[in-house]
């Protein structure tokens, strides 16, 4: 069996030369990831399937109530959300004493409500008076300078949390495009990732308004993430898909594929599915905004200046575009919020990516078409609940004294 840790090898060892171009390049053949974690509990034994519509409906119809009770069932509950705001309320009054020079932004999924329970809680270092303002669309001009004192705060915080009983540090990567350390807060085991990274309010600002423009969008998204996240898929350090790269890849298949049932999360997911799992990622690339398909530009043709282009969004797409002579198959992905960052440029394992969705897509379609009681969506996401129920088990512990005292103060 194919497991998510093996992926990465298929990748690295199946380079070869171009018939004709005496140029290597590094190909492998995509594979289907099956989850890291089995599925032992019956389909229809599942939590999100307790829904009681679900007894009686079948089909496509079925699959919209199912995602539906999937999203209620992900999201945090009242106590553990309260245990991941005592979590960021440790680490800013933590930060505070040790580097109380600096500012700690709370961003990520926590801040933009697109979090699980179990997901990780992100902050960053930033100086007050250095980055750009919300709406630019391009890279952050912030100073070496700034940025290398930044680090060396980071590393005081490092030091400072390796030494503390609360907290246990579990790696720290200065050298990084943007440096970082990943910790574990002890009593909730929530994992927490601070890093020294540009300002985010315009990606922010791209994220509420797609949010608030497509009701089915979050729903969408929850399910491809988790979909993703058990088959060790979105791990960008290992060639997979970060999650604002999945979030925008939603919305780009919402906005090239929208129609008038709003609420229709069935073809949506759909929709997505058929989108990535036809793109030919050699050829093509996707813009969020605009949205559509773009020509890749092919290597060695020279970059253009912006002012030949109508606007920098298609320079940006020129840029980005250019085709890697080792890796053509790379996944091109232009972030709205910056015309030059392309969201999937580390995505090395894209073919394995996309020969899922088709093996995933194909086997979604059969059961739809099959009367069964099995949850539908449980070939896709099944296997997060044995990966994460033992976590929630004991956040939903740790955040009902803090969930109690809110309550209390509210009475």
Known sequence: MRTAASFETDISV?????PGKGSY???????????RQSNSVSGSSLPWMLHPSLE???????????????????KPTAAEHAAREAVVHDVFAFAKKIIPESSLELFGSHRTGLSVATSDIDFRIYQPDVGQGAGDR???????SSRKLNTRRLQLLYS?????????VTAMRPLAKYP????????????????????????????KKYLAQYPALGTVYMVIKMMLNVRGLSDVYHGGLGSYSIFMMVVASLELHY???????????????????????SRMGVSVDPPMLFAKTPNGKPKLAEKQYDDATAAGRHQIGVVDPLQPYLFCLQDPADSLNDLGKRSYGIKHIQETIRVLHKGLLQKVASPSKESLLSPLVGGCYELI??????????????LEAKQEVLR
């Open 14 to 18: 199946n380079g070869h030369l171009r």
């Open 25 to 35: 390049t590094l190909n492998y053949e995509g594979r289907h990831i099956p989850p």
């Open 56 to 74: 009686t409906l079948e089909g496509f119809e079925r699959l919209r109530v199912e995602l539906q009770a999937f999203d209620t069932w992900i």
């Open 138 to 144: 391009g890279p952050n001009l912030t100073k070496p």
């Open 160 to 168: 400072a949390m390796a030494e503390a009983e609360g907290f246990m």
């Open 180 to 207: 970082l350390m990943t910790v574990q807060h002890l009593d909730s085991g929530v994992d927490i990732q601070i890093v020294v990274s540009n300002d985010t309010v315009a990606s922010r600002e791209y994220i």
């Open 259 to 281: 129609n008038n049932r709003r609420d229709d999360l069935a073809q949506h997911l759909l929709s997505f599915f058929s989108l990535y799992s036809k793109l030919d990622t």
């Open 389 to 402: 129920e033992e976590r929630r088990s004991r956040l939903e512990a740790y955040g009902e004294p803090f």
